[in-house]
């Protein structure tokens, strides 16, 4: 069974630092494109990164420059590391995997990123 499991969320301050990490499991990782999207409250989900299988990096036009993707294919781990983050990043935070021989695309179940004084 697929499963991708995130942590790492919660609450922090403008201009503070969180990790998120993201565990995936039943036969996906080698040979998937791994990635990162949000979706805020009345806001369509949008693209953060993605980090192919031989590390090639993406990342969306609103996070570049204060996020970072990776990955650990010893671990079938991927994370995103949030720096200088911003009210406008407060989002749940999806990790996705896709398979770059099928398509065939798995997501997480989220998790919440608030950032607020």
């Known amino acids: 069974q697929v499963r991708l499991v995130e942590s790492g969320g919660g609450l922090v301050q403008p201009g503070g630092s969180l990790r998120l990490s993201c565990a995936a499991s039943?036969?996906?990782?080698?040979?998937?494109?791994m990635g990162w999207d949000r979706q805020a409250p009345g806001k369509q989900r949008e693209l953060v990164a993605t980090i192919t299988s031989g590390g090639t990096t993406n990342y969306g036009d609103s996070v570049k420059g204060r996020f970072t993707i990776s990955r650990d294919n010893s671990k079938n781990m991927v994370f995103l590391q949030m720096n200088s983050l911003k009210p406008e990043d407060t989002a749940v935070y999806y990790c996705n995997a896709g398979s770059q021989s099928t398509g065939n695309v798995y997501w997480g179940q989220g998790t919440q990123v608030t950032v607020s004084s």
């Open positions: 039943g036969g996906i990782f080698t040979g998937y494109a």
